[in-house]
């Protein structure tokens, strides 16, 4: 299917009901992830930078469980920024990264800027235009892997995810649509992952600049603005990732994060979260020593005394130390004075990360870790080689999803606002228009009750 007819024409109603499913849980989980985010350092300073620097003007657009309305552009910038600020959303191995963290906030922005100007979106043409988004940047995400030699940040493609939902919503032309598809890559920021890696940062996966890249491109298209041709999509050789766009979902291979921090720590996190299950005789006091055998980028996270929350969550000894410690690994254990805490460094001290040549040569298809604790009465209690939680072939329950969700948003926002989110997203398929949900997600809550 040509993507342009699949962007404007595909029924919600013919995406496939695992995959309309899907669409819902990510929405969630994002929504979920932005609310343990809401008053951290990164999410407050964005707020504050979007008010200041992207005012409201014929277009505006609120921002995330706050009521302050900005421009569409600083909404975005500021959503993505926030749900990239916590470690915990939805990412696609293929890609190499994220779609939801980018999409999810630059499409609500959008739609609540339509609603402003008197459009109304039905819930079910919320939900297709994620499923849009979601599809076509990860898409876009495959593309960028096989043709740039140099490992990018998501910003880097999800924002044509973003271009691909909007052109739905704001019903483009197919000229304009691929403008704007050029301008959005373009001024895609191709951001060196490995270096934020090695220096973590507000920055991260670059998802507020992959928002604003896909708004602006957007905006830029629809006032005439022309862009050169989208590299990741337009070109022949490259058309095998798009080809079969309507009939595949690249969506269905996406996978969940049990805990805040990078995906690539968390098959080390599953195999001690089993080990700690299955040996009670693992304490912090009776540990010797921990060693992680794991894949090259995941030795790269390192992380042994973090300085900072960026650094906690782009680490694999610290989060690791910390779940033997504390018994779990959530907001307040990668965030606050948790990170500078003397029990979770002097566990995160006994911890060596060593390269398993045989699980860096099955990356990224595959994310492997292993882990040998040495007690200090000589046990040796070594897990098997362990995919992470959450993967595709080791799923999350619907049930694990639900419980992820509520232990990042009822804090945070409240049960009785937490539990009203959630029904409005179950009930979008139905709604005649989405003012509702928006209600409940874009308002300042009253209190957390």
């Known amino acids: 299917m040509p993507l342009y007819s699949f962007v404007q024409n595909f029924s919600y109603k013919d995406v496939p009901q695992h995959t309309r499913e899907l669409v819902e849980t990510c929405l969630l989980d994002i929504i979920g992830v932005a609310a343990g985010a809401r008053d951290n350092q990164t999410s407050v300073l964005l707020k504050a930078y979007a008010e200041a620097n992207f005012s409201a003007n014929q277009l505006a657009s609120r921002l995330w469980f706050d009521g302050r309305a900005v421009h569409p552009l600083g909404a975005a910038y500021a959503g993505g920024f926030s749900v990239d600020s916590l470690d915990a959303h939805e990412g696609h191995f293929t890609s190499k990264g994220h779609a ?26 919320l939900l297709m235009a994620l499923c849009i988004g979601y599809e076509t940047a990860l898409r876009a995400g495959q593309a960028l892997m096989a043709t740039a030699p140099e490992y990018h940040a998501s910003g ?33 920021p191709r951001c060196p992952m490995m270096r934020l890696i090695s220096f973590p940062s507000m920055l991260r996966d670059a998802h507020g600049a992959g928002a604003f890249a896909g708004v602006n491109a957007l905006l830029m298209a629809r006032m005439g603005i022309t862009g050169a041709p989208a590299a990741t999509v337009e070109p022949l050789e490259i058309s095998s990732f798009w080809q079969d766009i309507g009939t595949r979902w690249e969506i269905d291979e996406q996978y969940f994060k049990p805990w805040p921090v990078c995906r690539w720590a968390q098959p080390a996190l599953t195999a001690m979260t089993a080990l700690m299950q299955t040996h009670p005789a693992i304490k912090p006091e009776s540990i010797e020593t921990i060693d992680v055998e794991t894949f090259h980028e995941s030795v790269c996270l390192q992380g ?10 782009y680490a694999l000894a610290f989060p690791l130390a910390a779940l ?47 882990v040998t604790v040495t007690l200090k009465d000589g046990s040796r209690l070594a897990s098997p080689t ?15 999803l639900i419980d992820k969700y509520h232990l990042l948003a009822d804090d945070s926002l409240g049960v009785t606002l937490s539990n009203g989110i959630k029904q409005a997203i179950q009930a979008l398929p139905d709604s005649q228009d989405c003012q509702a949900f928006l209600e409940l997600l874009l308002n300042a809550p009253k209190s957390a009750v």
């Open 100 to 125: 939801g963290a980018t999409v999810v906030p630059a499409v609500i922005a959008l739609v609540d800027a339509c609603f402003n100007q008197g459009q109304d979106i039905s819930g079910e043409e």
């Open 156 to 188: 880097a493609f999800s924002g044509i995810g973003v271009v691909c939902a909007g052109a739905r919503l704001l019903k483009l032309d197919e000229t304009t649509f691929r403008h704007a598809l050029g301008i959005a890559e373009y001024f895609g």
């Open 304 to 313: 042994y005394f973090p300085k900072n929350a960026d650094e906690a969550q």
């Open 324 to 370: 033997i410690t504390r018994g779990k690994l959530g907001p307040g254990e990668v965030t606050g004075d948790a990170i500078h805490s003397p029990d979770i460094l002097s566990v995160s001290a006994k911890i060596t990360l060593r390269e398993a040549p045989d699980l860096s040569s099955r990356f990224p298809e595959e994310i492997l870790s292993r």
């Open 386 to 400: 362990a995919t992470a939680k959450g993967d595709p072939g080791n799923p999350m329950s619907s049930a694990e």
